[in-house]
């Protein structure tokens, strides 16, 4: 660490400050690879001579700068000379106030530098310039190394938030991003969410403090347990597709050991069969005996070839019938496919016949709003000519009017209520359908992995298949060797019996050559019976020529059929997974289907249950109109009772101040 403390000090001389005892104290206290300078006021030149240093030193994978309240100028000298270090991983930022410069600074460090995996920018001004941060965040999706990214209290707005999702859909490492205490709000929510689906390495991502509603929220949360179920299958298939590929590297080791073992095993029998071939040819003269004993030694060695070729056609037979198993199981998954069909198709014409009667259910909520309108316009026109007799009444109703106008306003405020409820009841609805697609989706994943399950029940099938013909090989092999040593067997043997009759041969000449004066004669028939004895060897080396060819052909079948079973379960193992793929398609395409159905029924009842809403509420309109038309008829029959009374009493009155008059006195009658 000395040498990093005297690097550092020649530096800040070359740019002519003095270098500060705080840094280099916690240089030389340096712990594997932790440069720790929170709350450490630091100057531009030690940010610059910092900036130095980290660029050509290889020692420090993590920097911690927090609350350091770093100026511009030093923010900038710092950040370019990080853009060149490759072995940094952590950096923090923590409480430095970075603003647009800082920002962009933070960007070319993220376009250029490949080796940080965490950045910490907690409490500092980065979404106030929306150009800068713009910047930052197009670095961002161009960046490929960054795994965790903090920006709390950044004041990022909903701009902010729009840049940020447009980082998301490019960005391709990101796994970790925290954006507390911001302010977000709804529509950076929303474009957040929106840039989520598009995202398959993001699993993490806190959205507490920014006014964000709780619907967004849930759906946040949906996407990163999507995604965190998704990087788990990734793993486990890594995983699972490491063991397959070193299984199968073991297995061709093997078979390619049995390969050559094969291989030398027939050079060895060729070799021996080529001595014995020359050993013969040289004995000819003296095997006259032994050409009989042979001939049935051959006629054994036919057998046991013929006992090897019916050995060959159970095995093929066995194959046979693992291909009639196979067609069985092929039958059995069509007639599946069939099933799901008809079912398929009956689902069909219910939602069909679902859809006539919702249809004809609508028809007659319209007639019926048909009719209540009509209804609703001949009471309109009875007011009218009720309010045309009011006006054409007397001057004394007037009073009436207005307070009918009074209450047609209180009417058309509590419209207007009834109004901001509906609207209310809308975004109610929309909600649960809201949660429906959740339900949805949940109900989807759930499918899909019944669909990984069948897939691997269907591999455990294919694998016990391979077990079985691995099995039927290996039967093969084994009687394929125990016939390769009765060969041997009876080879030993034959060298055996031919080297006792040498023996014999030998004593035999011994004695001819004793008796030689005494059969001349004898002689010459003795060679011209050996002259046949080698005309019949000749034939017998034919003989033994055509059973090797005859080894070789059958040797050469064996392999040919061991090639044509390689290819029968190459070929039916690419059936089944065509076989797979097309199920699995299928099976999407009838999803798909059910969700339309589903979605259309759920469209279809929120549709009923809106008309029928919208019909309780005119039907509830209608009646308080029609008590209001009877109060008002009422009260207007009060009123002319009550004129009708006035009126009587001022007859009476008139009439009795009429009688009761001097002038009626003085009068005489008529």
């Known amino acids: 660490m ?12 070359e740019s002519g400050a003095e270098p500060q005892e705080t840094v280099l104290q916690r240089l030389h206290e340096l712990p594997r690879g932790r440069l720790d300078l929170a709350t450490q006021s630091l100057t531009a030149d030690t940010c610059a001579a910092l900036g130095k240093l980290l660029q050509k030193e290889a020692f420090v994978t993590e920097l911690v700068l927090s609350d350091c309240m770093l100026s511009e100028e030093g923010a900038i000298l710092l950040l370019q000379g990080l853009c060149a270090n490759t072995v940094l991983q952590f950096l923090d930022l923590k409480g430095n106030n970075l603003r647009a410069a800082g920002a962009e600074a933070l960007g070319r460090l993220l376009r250029q530098n490949k080796s940080i995996q965490s950045l910490t920018l907690e409490w500092n001004n980065l979404g106030t310039w929306e150009d800068a941060f713009a910047t930052f965040c197009g670095a961002l999706a161009a960046n490929s190394t960054l795994r965790q990214l903090d920006l709390r209290n950044n004041q990022i707005s909903h701009k902010g938030a729009e840049e940020l999702a447009l980082a998301l859909k490019s960005n391709t490492s990101l796994q970790q ?12 929510g929303r474009a957040l969410v929106s840039s989520l689906p598009s995202n398959r390495t993001l699993w993490r991502l806190e959205l507490a403090g920014n006014s964000v509603p709780s619907d967004v929220l849930r759906a946040v949360e949906q996407a990163m347990d999507h995604n965190q179920d998704r990087e788990a299958t990734f793993r486990e298939n890594q995983a699972r597709a490491r063991v397959l590929s070193k299984e199968v590297r073991h297995l061709q080791e093997e078979k390619s050991k049995q390969f050559l073992d094969l291989m030398e095993t027939i050079d060895k029998q060729r070799e021996e069969l080529a001595r014995s071939t020359r050993t013969s040819a040289a004995r000819i003269g003296q095997l006259q005996e032994a050409l009989n004993e042979r001939q049935s030694i051959v006629n054994a060695l036919k057998a ?20 009639e198993l196979l067609a069985t199981a092929e039958q059995e998954h069509r007639s599946l496919v069939q099933r799901q069909a008809k079912e398929h198709r009956l689902e069909q014409q219910e939602a069909a016949e679902r859809e006539s009667t919702l249809l004809r259910d609508l028809s007659a909520a319209n007639e019926k709003n048909l009719l209540l309108r009509n209804q609703v316009d001949e009471l309109e026109r009875k007011v009218k000519s009720q309010q045309e007799q009011l006006f054409l009444t007397r001057q004394e109703l007037t009073n009436t009017s207005a307070e009918l106008k009074m209450r047609a306003i209180q009417a058309e405020e509590r419209l207007e209520l009834e109004k901001k409820r509906s609207r209310q009841s809308l975004e109610d609805s929309e909600h649960l359908r809201f949660k ?14 019944a669909m990984q399950e069948r897939v691997q029940r269907l591999e455990a099938v294919r694998l016990s298949l391979e077990e079985e013909l691995s099995r039927v090989k290996a039967v093969a092999l084994s009687e394929r060797g125990q016939a390769e040593e009765e060969l041997i067997k009876a080879k030993n043997q034959v060298r055996l019996e031919e080297q006792q009759r040498l023996g014999h041969l030998e004593e035999k000449l011994r004695l001819l050559a004793q008796a030689r004066d005494e059969a001349q004669g004898t002689c010459l028939q003795q060679r011209q019976t050996v002259a046949e004895a080698q005309a019949q060897a000749s034939q017998l080396g034919l003989q033994v020529e055509g059973l090797t060819r005859r080894l070789e052909e059958l040797q050469q079948e064996l392999r040919n059929k061991d090639q044509e079973k390689v290819a029968e379960v190459t070929r039916v193992r690419v059936e089944l997974q065509e076989q797979n793929g097309r199920l699995q398609a299928e099976l999407a395409a009838q999803e798909a289907l059910r969700e339309k159905v589903a979605a259309l029924e759920r469209q279809l009842k929120v549709i009923a249950s809106d008309h029928r809403e919208a019909l309780l509420d005119r039907e509830s309109e209608n009646a308080s109109l029609r008590e209001k038309l009877r109060l008002k008829e009422a009260e207007m029959a009060r009123i002319r009772d009550e004129e009708a009374q006035r009126a009587s009493f001022l007859q009476n009155a008139v009439l009795a101040y009429v009688q009761g008059s001097p002038l009626r006195a003085l009068n005489p009658q008529k």
């Not at 000395?2 to 001389?13: D, G, I, M, T």
């Not at 991003?177 to 950076?188: T, V, Y």
């Not at 013929?306 to 194959?319: D, I, T």
């Not at 959740?438 to 994943?445: F, G, I, N, V, W």
């Open 2 to 13: 000395e040498e990093v403390r005297r690097s550092y000090s020649r530096l800040c001389k």
């Open 177 to 188: 991003l925290d954006l507390r205490w911001n302010n977000i709000g709804l529509l950076g």
């Open 304 to 323: 046991k070839l013929q006992m090897a070729e019916a050995a060959l056609a159970l095995s093929e037979q066995k194959a046979q019938d693992l291909g």
């Open 436 to 449: 429906e697609v959740e339900h949805m989706t949940r109900h989807l994943e759930e499918t899909e992995r």
